[in-house]
């Protein structure tokens, strides 16, 4: 929903206008909030006649029928109406509040990125519409009289997809039923071009069938990701929807299923007579199609297809909390495979027992979790061949190989993929791999250099610094390290580090949950594959199976990260890339002041003594002293007791004051007082003081 301005402290009736979400011809939509008593607050959307049309009655009229209707209406995929009232002489209603995009922010937003809606969320919008139009459609009064109601508008700014998944019908303005009086003139028609049926562009009668006409161009624009009826000007578009003229559907969606395409012609039918007799028929196809091509998407798989587009804002999926914190701490204590509940619970230490009820049963990473009743198992039936550029075919492969393989770069959007004997096509066309292959984090063939507002070669004396420079002065976007065959990429949110990709397969959250003995190598790849098809990303569906526990989850996503951001430390040679405000998406960890010590882990596992001293040898007889911001970062930075000591033991002296002359790395205490220089030094705790 755009934000077209804000009005600020702007009153309607009860409500709170907080920022104008959208305009049309005759209405706008707000974002409000309704305040009561002892601090309650209830979001809701006001809708009101535009101020200049107040004057025409007929719009008055139609204003008020609509909140009438709606009123009538309790349906899951319909936005209700929560209240009507008149201030001023100005008649406004309260609308639930959903937030989200529209279907056309999703149709504009994949366009942008050249690609088409994948086939499983459109067949679930357009599933999800069908329950809501089957509903109005069948809708009786209080004495059991049908109200023969069409909605008259179905077109993609009237559809609300939620960031959780829902699927909403608004804007019933032009609503059709036997006893709502009609709103329009003779020859006149009221509807988006492009979007009307026939029979309602030439001023006919409507029934039911001519919403279904509507969502059919719908489902359409949406496999097509453009106009199915376009022209320069409306007379042009109304021409082609009369003619029947479905040439746009024929070019740009070659890649539609014949299936879906079958399902299209039937509901763009010029006839009435010709196409679906009403929703749950046109749903019971819908539904057949999802089948055959393994489309099932839900609510959940809409949420996540979206996030994955960056069209909603990234939220984390974990929530973070005392209990769970400390519970992740004491995940890596060791266990024995057969252990049970009640020796899980004795594993861990006297402080996080006490802080979990007894009723709640405990988990500990290398205990024998639960499994599920039935095992996942691969589809046998269902494999996969890769045609690199050079005509090599690879495979056949399951499908938990090449979301693997997808995930680390080795399969991008453009490479060729075929499933079990059919056609090679992109892989962003397999309705399977493409929310995958769409996500920013895994395409690592983009030219990330184009969008880069900072480029720089790697330094190994200045690479921590700058990792230490991007959490300190809170910066937020995608940091990309590319050396020289693998590349890594860090997403930072106000200088907390929130999600990473790699092209290193030991990085991937399957690779890490079977070397914590979550659960072994033969058990991933069927839980992965099995939980993809049902919408879930892999952490997901080890939580649901009870393989992992949400704190085990959160435990592991910390350990990718610290990882990752080691990775990038470990480059000796290659370029960083930092893109300001790079959207991510998947797995976001909650963000928490941790991410100063990640990058002294990273430090401390990248950085050998003997190159330490390399780098310091420079500086050897400079003393060091304090920044302001010593006692602050000292806190922070994580680094282990002997190393802080160190740090202390570091202020007004220098290497050769400590070490004397320039040795090769000896004592372990050597190395604790190099490391804690350099750390000290590359955060901005310490700063060598220089000879007036």
Known sequence: MRNDGAPGGRW???YELVRLLARGGMAEVYEARRLGARGFSKRVAVKRILPQLLHDERLVQMFCHEATTLAALDHPNLCGVVDFGEHGGEPYMALEYVEGISCQDLISGVAARKRTVELGPALHIAAELLDALAYVHAARNDEGQPLGIVHRDVAPTNILLGRAGEVKLADFGIVRGYFIPSQTEPGEFRGKVGYISPEQAMGRAVDARSDLFSLGVVLAELCIARSLFSGPS??????????GDLSALAIHGRHVPPSVH??????LARDPAARYPDAASFKLDVERAVREHDAATGAHGLAAYLLDLGLVRVQSTIRPSTRRRAFAAAVSAPVPAEADAASSRAALPDEVRASIPD???????GAEAPRASSPPVSDPDVYYRIRRASGTIIGPLPLATLLEMVATGRVGVDT??????????????????????????????????LHASERRRVDRISLARYLYGLVIHQRSGLLCAKGASEQSRLYFSDGALVMSASTRPAALLGSLAVGRGALTASELGPVLETGWRGGRQLGEELVARGILSAADLQALLEEQLCRRAADVCRLFDGELFFVDSAPCSGYAVAPHTATLSWVTRAVLESYGGDELVAILERAWVVPLRPTPAFATLEERL???VAERIALRRACHQSLYDMLGAVPAVGSAADRALLVAVFVGVSSGALRFRRAA
């Open 416 to 449: 060729f993929v075929a499933r079990n004997g059919g056609p090679f096509i992109a892989a962003a066309s397999l309705h399977e791999l493409a929310r995958l292959a769409a996500r920013p984090a895994y395409r690592f063939f983009d030219p990330v250099e």
């Open 359 to 365: 009723d709640v049963k405990v988990t500990v990473l």
């Open 234 to 243: 409306d007379m042009h578009v109304l021409s082609s929807l009369c003619a």
């Open 262 to 267: 079958a399902i299209l012609s039937r509901a």
């Open 12 to 14: 309607l009736g009860s």
């Open 638 to 640: 994580g680094l282990p």
